[in-house]
């Protein structure tokens, strides 16, 4: 993937992502496109430009005051990062925002978020803002598949997320296998000196599309024919099947990206009956009527009950809810039923 970091005019195929913390965003995006490939997303038109929702806030105010019907995210953007051409919103063809909760950030404002979730309610126009409560990684915080206990799952306002709530969801079994593409590329470039990027990916990539356990050994040994040699190919055999089977989906038949995408199905439908509780107080909804929930839930609404819920300093909490993963259902919910381990 070239650097989509770089923010550059093109023609109307870009998709701007606008988030606070770049590498998790960033990974997260990566294994969606790449567990749901009818996307029709190229990471290569895909842009990420990192900033916080305050500041962005502050970025609108000051370029367009009150006149919110006029805000143009990339044109912001294109200001921002100093270019001489300005691009606009009619160059992109889905503008998203990504941002967590952060109730305990020093610029927190009931009043402003609301307004950002009031206003970005369409990525094909403005924008979407898909807030994250208390934080982006709030989608691994399943504790099995399917999670019963997620219904009522909540943290405390005095939790103060960030390295806490990173800490409590980094052994969950959704972070493990999420973990997983990274995982081997550390072992690879650490443990055995596979320092060629490109090379490294390759193999990562080898390793994900197995999908069974029988020959597993002689599956490894082939990818990594003619990349790491004598002695430490023995070696590194042995702690990447050991690596990869202690995920589990190998039993399943499926490989890596199959399994994920299994993962997302179910990931994306607890937090579709979890927005439902809190907007509705009933979390079990049957799979057919699933999708006309969806569509039903107000994203401002449930900002609103957060902001309810979560204002005691001491006794408040926040509902765990991830709303990035319904960027998925938001493109085509079709991409949920059309799946043989459909919901």
Known sequence: MSNYDWFRPRQRRQHLF????KHEKNELMKLLLKSFPEIDMDLDDVIVYGTNIYQLYLDINREYEDDWEEVDLPF?????KGYKTPVRKTDFINIVLVFDYERHDPNFSEEKILKMQTYFVDSADAGQLYLNYPMIESYQH????????YADRSVPVNLQPGLQYKNLVKNTMVSNIVRLPLKLKEILAERFHVTDEEVCDQCVEGLLSIKETNFLLEQIETILSGVVMGRSLVTAKYQLADTLQQCGYLSAGLAYYRYTRYLFAHI???NICKANKILRGMYEIESGLLKDCFISLDLKEILR???NVSRDKEQGFIWVLNTYVFFIPDYNFQLLEQDKYKL
């Open 305 to 307: 009950v957060q902001n």
């Open 142 to 149: 399943l504790l099995a598949i399917p999670d019963s206990d």
């Open 18 to 21: 606008i988030v606070e913390g």
């Open 76 to 80: 912001i953007v294109s200001k921002k």
């Open 268 to 270: 994306i439908r607890h």
